[in-house]
């Protein structure tokens, strides 16, 4: 009993606001408060951009184009919900988070590839793939969640993709498909962040945390193991925990045969020091986005060392 | 394909690339067949499901059938913006006919970027319908579906 009132505290004392409000700071972030920006991206393969902004325009919503992003749209001001229009009904956009629509577009050359979305539901960076690849080659989308794969059939539905097949599969199981993968995307489970979740801090402890990064590596590791000799994984959480991101990457160079690429997109550089543990050099051409205009996110490109082409 | 038969489609699928998979049918390319493993849960383009003994098409379907020679009716915005709402299309609202017109026969019904938006049936003579006001195309299914599905 006493035991168990001893962990209890310490939960609570890994926990809460001040907490993690502590811990950022020691990253080299201040708290401030964050609203982040309501965001489209364009399905290149139903409509061109610039028809989009018009039809758009005629229904009332206005928009504009993220810097940072090919296909992505800020939505500035709306007199109806985006995700109800009959564009929206059509296919011809998605509504997807600005930082969320990164990953997918670090690949080099998708078209024709073998892709893996392993932890794929609800599908809106499956639906951004097949986009990508023009509906050639094959994404291969899993998700261990069969609730949660319905609403991933909609959305390739209403899409009009053609060049996906949906498993109900943990993505620790993935090699039981015996297929090497080109290009995977493994959009990590996470404990996401605060800015995408009012009631973040009260949820969230570190256990949670440490769990989840548990997990991430676990499917890292198998991941990587079906992975083609030159292919590509990036890797992405909406966390800002470290332990769910640079650490978890530092740990993918040292014990996977992976190393990191640079990428040039938008964020900042990863982290190299965290909480006094000097990570891989290398882990600082990973990407880490603070919430602002967008929510927390966490970007990093991988490839196999060439000592094992 | 009965379905087609009924919007006055010509249409064939490659029965070797058409998978059934628990009543829901599905079209595969070469490259998906080769890596579809049989207990998939979607696959390529969905192309619907039967129930009951009924086959009920899907949205993909559709808009493939629309693209080629069918029963066909083109309606104004607000006359397509109250059909994805699930109402039915009134004869004032349609800009054009194409194929049936036909009573019970179904149609498609198409936006005026030549979107297919759903399919109805005819219940009304599509011209005069269009000068009493009455309801020309009863909704069967529309693209508002895809909304309706997640509540």
Not at chain 1, 44 to 70: D, Q
Not at chain 1, 120 to 137: E, Y
Not at chain 2, 104 to 112: G, I, K, S
Request: net charge positive.
């Amino acid at each position: 009993m006493k035991g168990f009132y001893w962990r209890l505290v310490i939960v609570r004392l890994m926990s809460g606001k001040e907490f993690f409000v502590d811990r950022y700071e020691r990253l080299g972030w201040k708290l401030k408060d964050v609203k982040p920006r309501q965001a489209i991206r364009l399905n290149i393969t139903n409509i061109e951009g610039k028809s989009l902004e018009e039809r758009l325009e005629a229904i009332g919503v206005e928009v504009e184009k993220v810097p940072f992003l090919e296909t992505g749209y800020w939505v500035l001001g709306s007199k109806v919900s985006v995700g109800a229009t009959a564009e929206y009904l059509l296919g011809l956009y998605s509504v997807q988070e600005a930082a969320a629509q990164i990953p997918a577009t670090l690949f080099t050359d998708l078209k024709g590839k073998t892709v893996l979305d392993a932890c794929a539901a609800p599908g809106g960076k499956t639906v951004q793939l097949a986009d990508l690849m023009g509906n050639t080659g094959v994404v291969v989308a899993l998700d261990v969640r069969k609730r949660r794969l319905a609403a991933l059939a909609n959305h390739l539905e209403r899409c009009h993709v053609s060049n996906a097949v949906v498993y109900e599969l943990d993505a620790r199981q993935v090699s039981r498909l015996k297929l090497k993968f080109d290009r995977v995307l493994l959009d990590a489970p996470c404990s996401g962040n605060f800015a995408a979740d009012r009631n973040w801090f009260k949820r969230r402890t570190l256990k949670d945390v440490e769990r989840n990064a548990r997990l991430q590596r676990e499917i890292l590791a198998e991941a990587a193991a079906c992975l083609s000799d030159d292919g590509e994984l990036v890797y992405s959480t909406c966390s800002l925990e470290p332990e769910e991101n640079e650490v978890n990457m530092d740990w993918a160079v040292k014990h996977l045969d992976l190393r990191i690429e640079e990428v040039d997109c938008y964020g900042d550089k990863g982290l190299t020091e965290v909480f006094g543990s000097r990570l891989d050099a290398s882990v600082e051409w990973c990407r880490r986005i603070w919430p602002g205009e967008t929510q927390g996110f966490f970007a990093c490109k991988l490839k196999k060392r060439e000592s094992k082409l | 394909m009965k379905f087609a038969v009924q919007v006055g489609a010509r249409f064939s699928l490659n029965a070797d690339l058409t998978v059934n998979r628990a009543g829901r049918y599905f079209l595969l390319n070469k490259a998906l067949l080769e890596v579809a493993r049989k207990n998939f849960y979607y696959a390529g383009t969905y192309l619907g499901k039967v129930k009951n003994g009924k086959f009920f098409p899907s949205f993909n379907l559709l808009a493939m059938l629309a693209e080629g020679e069918a029963n066909k009716i083109v309606v104004e915005n607000k006359a397509a913006w109250l059909f994805i709402c699930g109402r039915d299309v009134f004869g004032k609202g349609i800009v054009a006919v194409h194929g049936s017109r036909r009573k019970r026969d179904h149609t498609l019904v198409l936006n005026e970027f030549g979107e297919c938006l759903g399919f109805g049936r005819i219940v009304g003579s599509l011209g005069e319908a269009a000068k009493k006001g009455e309801v020309a195309v009863k909704n069967i299914s529309d693209i508002g579906d895809f909304l309706r599905r997640e509540i």
